[in-house]
């Protein structure tokens, strides 16, 4: 059984990977993935819907879009690879959804930027992109807090984790 549906792939588009490669100076891995997203993304290490990226450590600075209709075990699996060692630097494009216990589990320990405006995504089909249903919220954990505030803050609201605020 595979992670997610291949109607789950909705790509970044340039102007946040961008974003996301200046923060972290590159991406290691990109755990849910497709191979026209890596024209953009260029991870060293990708996972597709096919070689299913929750089955695979997450070695280094890990960039996830995750499928929005499943996206609880990856950030899970995230969550895991940092208290592992493993990740040692992530940024996470999600749905705003702060109900969820998936969200609560990354706001109390990243840095977020609570996007102004719906992320335009895009498919091959589709290369103009499309707007999200809903809004969408960059997670940042690592030890470059200061340069994801510099190169986010232009984006939305960027805030403290919640357990810093504790």
């Known amino acids: 059984m595979t992670a997610f549906e291949d109607t789950d792939s909705w790509n970044t588009p340039s102007t946040i990977l961008t974003r996301v490669r200046v923060v972290m100076g590159g991406i290691d891995v990109d755990p849910a993935s497709n191979d026209a997203a890596q024209a953009v993304v260029q991870a060293t290490t990708f996972y597709t ?4 990226g929750l089955a695979h450590e997450w070695q280094g600075r890990v960039y996830l879009n995750g499928p929005y209709s499943c996206v609880e075990p990856f950030v899970s699996k995230l969550l895991a690879e940092i208290d592992a ?6 940024i996470a494009l999600v749905n705003a959804r702060s109900s969820s216990a998936w969200f609560q589990a990354l706001a109390a ?45 232009s984006l939305g609201v960027v805030t403290a984790p919640l357990a810093i605020r504790d």
């Open 49 to 52: 819907l096919e070689t299913n």
């Open 109 to 153: 320990r990243a840095w977020r930027c609570e996007l102004r405006q719906r992320v335009k995504f895009w498919r091959p089909e589709r290369p103009e992109g499309s707007k999200g249903r809903q809004g969408s919220v960059a997670f940042y954990v690592g030890p470059n807090v200061k340069r994801f505030l510099e190169v986010f803050r």
């Open 85 to 90: 060692g493993r990740t040692t630097e992530a």
